[in-house]
């Protein structure tokens, strides 16, 4: 990757705080298809993906999609179901976490969690790590992987 003193800035970063639609954001036309956004949160019982393989913290802090009661209550989902989470780029498998701590229309887990798939099977990750949801496209200014801009969806398995 090129240095960042030779990036060239697009017309989405504004130097005044304004709003900037995103792709799979709000107004993205993709979420008739997958309503909720799926944010991304740095996990009490990992440091990123380290002391992820400690059975301990992995017992004390199991690795849940944060939902919503309202939009738990559409999809017939009750806190601590097994749900599937996916999109166009994959699925992940993991409890559901049923709180009014996050907004309709909004989804979380936490970031740093083992990919734990089988690649030439049906690719489903039980592991639950969030990459598998996740774009390579770059955000604009940080060119990096978007955390924050995935759209989803959650079914009860």
Not at 6 to 18: C, G
Not at 66 to 79: S, T, V
Not at 149 to 154: G, K, P
Request: hydrophobic residues 35%.
């Amino acid at each position: 990757m090129p240095p960042a003193g030779s990036w060239r800035k697009t017309k989405v970063i504004s130097p005044l705080p304004v709003y900037a639609s995103t792709f799979e954001g709000w107004d993205d036309p993709l979420r008739s298809q997958y309503p909720l956004q799926l944010f991304g949160f740095h996990y009490k019982a990992r440091t990123h993906s380290s002391y992820g393989n400690v059975d301990v913290l992995q017992a004390a802090c199991r690795q849940e999609v944060w939902i919503n009661p309202l939009d738990a209550e559409k999809r017939g989902i009750k806190n601590g179901d097994m749900v599937r989470v996916f999109n166009l780029r994959g699925e992940v498998r993991l409890p559901a976490k049923v709180t009014p701590r996050i907004m309709p229309g909004v989804s979380a887990m936490g970031q740093g969690a083992w990919h734990d798939a089988n690649m030439t099977g049906d690719r489903i990750d039980h592991g639950a790590c969030m990459n598998t949801l996740t774009t390579h496209r770059p955000s604009p200014l940080a060119k990096g992987n978007p955390q924050h801009t995935n759209l989803v969806d959650i079914e009860k398995v």
